[in-house]
């Protein structure tokens, strides 16, 4: 029982990551359906675990809460995928 206890912090985080890049995704407008279909969803995926680990979770939530819709910021791992995903929709 101690072990699962220990394991609840991490999928705390993981969903709270989760979030953040649902909400990076839909202020950068990307659509979530092209998004998991690139690459048979193997993109998809590799951008969940980028995201996971990620060292600047403070700084994607503060860009989040800013005005502007814009392109993902350079410091997200993601932004390339995000910027690929939204030239694949044109």
């Known amino acids: 029982m101690s072990d699962s206890r220990r394991l609840w912090p991490m999928l705390e985080q993981v969903l709270r990551r989760q979030g953040l890049m649902d909400h990076m995704m839909q202020t950068s407008g990307v659509d979530a359906y092209t998004a998991a279909h690139i690459d048979g969803g193997l993109a998809f995926f590799e951008a969940r675990a980028k995201c ?4 600047d979770e403070e700084a994607c939530r503060l860009w989040l809460a ?3 819709l814009r392109s993902p910021p350079d410091f997200c791992p993601n932004a390339r995928f995000f910027r690929t995903c939204r030239a694949l929709e044109s």
């Open 66 to 68: 800013s005005d502007e």
């Open 52 to 55: 996971r680990f990620c060292p």
